[in-house]
């Protein structure tokens, strides 16, 4: 099963800048569709952006213009970087990856252990 560890989350201050990285390891024949979501205190958790294999992208519009996502497959590794950061975006950010073990096998989906992004005024 694949496995996934989250890191680049912390503190930051309005305006300022962070990226977030997630790293997938394990059983792995390929890696389809990959993404961060996000959950602010007392909200539901939420689609941030998107990246396909091929590199389609897909961003929520609250973060269209300021964030980017990216993926490197040769390093099965998934990366946003987030510009102009507002309070609004303080929340835990989650990486979820699409992926299947096998020609024959399963969508599976695999989820990070997030990473608490605080965004100060």
């Known amino acids: 099963q694949v496995q996934l560890v989250e890191s680049g989350g912390g503190l930051v201050q309005a305006g300022g800048s962070l990226t977030l990285s997630c790293a997938a390891s394990?059983?792995?024949?390929?890696?389809?569709?990959m993404g961060w979501y996000r959950q602010a205190p007392g909200k539901q958790r939420e689609l941030v952006a998107t990246?396909?294999?091929?590199?389609?992208?897909n961003y929520a519009d609250s973060v269209l213009g300021r964030f980017t996502i990216s993926r490197d497959n040769a390093k099965n590794t998934l990366y946003l970087q987030m510009n102009t950061l507002k309070p609004e975006d303080t929340a835990v950010y989650y990486c979820?990856?699409?992926?299947?073990?096998?020609?024959?096998?399963?969508?599976?989906?695999?989820w990070g252990q997030g990473t608490l992004v605080t965004v100060s005024s």
């Open positions: 979820n990856v699409q992926h299947t073990r096998s020609f024959f096998g399963r969508m599976l989906e695999v």
């Open positions: 394990g059983s792995i024949f390929s890696i389809n569709t």
């Open positions: 990246i396909t294999s091929g590199g389609t992208t």
